[in-house]
Nanobody, 122 residues
């Protein structure tokens, strides 16, 4: 009932920048938290950054100072601006959203996008 569509991944040289976008659609009443996770080959999925509906942000230490997460509540969209990219940032980046559906009785949701590949060459 909630679909997340990511865009903005690609191949970039070390030191470059990328901006990821993720738009949520469906029977959404509200989205409490939107975030980005990543999974590199052979590694577990890890949090990159997330943001609440009131704008409180949280970053992984590995991207702090290099990345900025933001969201447009009216568009149910979250963005991740990544600068000074490093080869170790190479991973599939997944969008996540957690909130409440427009159903009765009220139901919560926790949805994931399909992922977008980010590759940073050295």
């Amino acid at each position: 009932q909630v679909q997340l569509v990511e865009s903005g991944g690609g191949l970039v040289q070390s030191g470059g920048s990328l901006r990821l976008s993720c738009a949520a659609s469906g029977t959404i009443f509200s989205i409490n938290v939107m975030g980005w996770y990543r999974q590199a080959p052979g590694k577990e999925r890890e949090l990159v950054a997330d943001i609440t509906s009131t704008g409180i942000t949280n970053y992984a230490d590995s991207v702090k100072g290099r990345s900025t997460i933001s969201r447009d509540n009216a568009k149910n969209t979250v963005y991740l601006q990544m600068n000074s990219l490093k080869p170790e940032d190479t991973a599939v980046y997944y969008c996540n959203a957690r909130g409440v559906l427009t159903t009765f009785p009220i139901r919560a949701f926790d949805s994931w996008g399909r992922g977008t590949q980010v590759t940073v060459s050295s």
